[in-house]
């Protein structure tokens, strides 16, 4: 809808101004039914150019669009103060476009990145620790924007990249020699093991940060050269069984949260690619007191540590050797790394190293991501201490919260409503990340965020599930599309009307969404359709209608509706429910 009244713009506009493409032709839906289904300030923005004041460019151009427009296709036209045209569409325009998009199971999705390929790293959880919400955030996030890529014809690659070495690991296996007599056994349960592995790393963080331990810290710097070198068989098996019951440990949360990832990158497996990445190129990187660094005030940044005194590649040389890898191995287009942007300086460093030193399409197609924080009303979270919010205690806490609302609107069996409850639970933490800007920090807000009214991923689950009942009572094949019998004349109430016309904003929506990556605009949006969708079924008789015809075409919106809440939330990695 929205493409064919910028083309009846355009066309308005010829012969009366220069071309004006597309692309600068703004178009809106205001919040306020009095300044019309849509509107436009292309008057304003072509009034210095025809020099002429903007409420006389809009009155010709109302004018205008009117005469252009197909026959019966706006109800009105008008110029409205400052330099608006507002646009209402008339009855039958909305119903006729319904009837093209009432079956089309695509509805919503684009082809404006067909044939490109796009790599979204994200979470990149570090193995010996432990899966905590800030790793939730980065995934939410990360899975959103995956799929609103593959929403545009993206084929997308899901990467993960994971710090398997590095001195927190050799923390961890500090802590894991010292109480080796307790280490659980293969058998033992996986939430047994990473509560052994969180207690080793805090134990180890403790002993490296006490600075009268002289002995624990030169231990820990001797482990971390170790793990690095596989020189030593007794650290080699703490090593490997850590890293085995982590990877487990994070499969688990994956699963959870929908998300199955393409590549998988290890720290370990970047040391010599990051090596040779600075070696090759000492005209960049120069000699500090031992090390090697890139030189980040010569470009307005900050000075980084890519070899340290020791030899050793810092992360910032593995994650160099990182990037350089992505391109060799896969033919990406477009490579965007989500991180929490409390490393945003780090990043412009590393962007810039990677601009002098690597080819030149790598820092060219690579975007880096950063988000907010995500808190609780309690605080921050610190795995040093071992006082760590996993993602799991968030999850289980938010399910607890739950159980006793799905149960009092329920008849599911206990199996039926343990499924329901953890999908509403990961549903409501999505949407309470995913419907504020992703550079936003967020406090969840468990009453708010589990609530089954107002702005909250519950909300939406419910507004489909409903939609989903009145079409399964109403019996097999309804509401799949138009039917034959249907007469379109019968949707005439303005709650039918309203719905209609906020489904025809969804393709937009999803289109902007994925080119500026704010899943947050789809969020908005589909809590708007839902509020549609709740007053129509709740005013419109459709199961009880006896007409016919327009039982069926009620049902065919209906299933409208629920199709078009169903993609958005799947564009927000929310689960959809045919019952709560």
């Not at 993960?160 to 280490?183: E, F, S």
């Not at 039918?496 to 994925?514: G, S, T």
């Not at 709740?534 to 006896?546: A, G, Q, R, S």
Request: charge should be negative.
């Amino acid at each position: 809808m929205k493409e064919q009244i910028i083309g009846i713009i355009q066309s308005a506009l010829d012969g009366a101004t220069t071309t004006v493409p597309a692309s600068v032709i703004e178009l809106s839906v205001p919040d306020e039914p009095a300044f019309g289904h849509y509107s436009t300030n292309i008057a304003m923005r072509i009034a210095k150019e025809k020099c002429k004041k903007p409420m006389e460019i809009a009155a010709e151009l109302a004018s205008a669009i009117a005469e252009k427009a197909p026959a019966n296709f706006f109800a009105r036209v008008e110029a409205a103060v400052p330099g608006f045209v507002n646009f209402w569409l008339s009855d039958d325009a909305v119903r006729n476009e319904f009837a093209k998009i009432a079956g089309d199971a695509a509805y919503g999705k684009n082809k404006n990145l067909a044939g490109k390929t796009v790599m979204v790293e994200f979470t990149d959880p570090n193995p010996f620790k432990l899966f905590h919400i800030g790793h939730l955030m980065s995934n939410t996030i990360g899975e959103s924007f995956s799929r609103l890529y593959g929403a545009s014809g993206a084929k997308v690659l899901r990467a993960n990249y994971q710090g398997d070495v590095g001195l927190h690991v050799a923390r961890a296996v500090w802590g894991m020699a010292h109480a080796q007599k307790d280490m659980p056994g293969e058998r033992a349960d996986l939430v047994e093991k990473m509560a052994f592995l969180g207690d080793a790393y805090a134990s180890g963080s403790r002993a490296y940060g006490d600075e009268s331990d002289l002995e624990a810290r030169g231990a820990i710097d001797v482990l971390n050269e170790k793990i690095y070198s596989r020189s030593d068989d007794a650290v080699n098996e703490l090593y490997d069984i850590g890293r085995k019951w982590s990877l487990e440990y994070f499969e688990t949360i994956y699963a959870r949260l929908g998300t199955k990832f393409d590549c998988y990158f290890f720290e370990s497996d970047m040391v010599k690619e990051g090596l040779a990445a600075v070696l090759a190129r000492e005209d960049i990187f120069i000699k500090s007191e031992g090390a090697t660094v890139f030189p980040g005030e010569r470009y307005g940044l900050h000075t980084r540590v890519f070899i340290n005194s020791r030899g050793l590649p810092t992360y910032e040389a593995k994650e160099l050797g990182l990037n350089k890898k992505k391109f060799e191995e896969y033919p990406l287009d477009l490579s965007v790394i989500v991180t929490g942007n409390e490393i945003v300086d780090y990043f412009r460093v590393l962007l810039k190293a990677m601009e002098l030193a690597l080819p030149p399409e790598v820092a060219e197609r690579t975007r880096h991501m950063p988000h907010g924080m995500l808190r609780l009303p309690t605080g921050k979270m610190s795995s040093r201490t071992g006082d760590v919010v996993t993602g799991e205690s968030l999850l289980e806490k938010a399910k607890l919260a739950l159980r006793e609302k799905v149960s009092e609107r329920s008849s599911l069996d206990d199996a039926e409503r343990e499924e329901v409850t953890e999908a509403i639970a990961v549903g409501a933490i999505k949407y309470s990340i995913l419907k504020q800007n992703p550079g936003q920090d967020i406090i969840f807000d468990f009453e708010k965020s589990l609530s089954f009214e107002g702005d909250s991923g519950p909300y939406l689950q419910y507004a489909y599930a409903r939609l989903k009942s009145i079409i399964r009572k109403a019996g097999e094949g309804s509401g799949s599309g138009i039917a034959a019998e249907a007469d379109l004349a019968e949707l005439g109430s303005e709650a039918e009307l309203a719905l209609i016309r906020k489904l025809f904003e969804f393709p937009d929506v999803v289109a902007r969404a994925a080119e500026a990556l704010m899943p947050n605009a789809v969020a908005t949006y589909l809590h708007k359709l839902a509020v549609a969708a709740n007053k129509f079924y709740e005013t419109t008789p459709i199961l009880k209608d006896e007409n016919a015809p327009r039982r069926a075409v009620r049902l065919a919106l209906a299933q409208g509706a629920a199709r078009t809440i169903a993609t958005g939330l799947s564009l927000l990695g929310i689960k959809t429910l045919e019952k709560i």
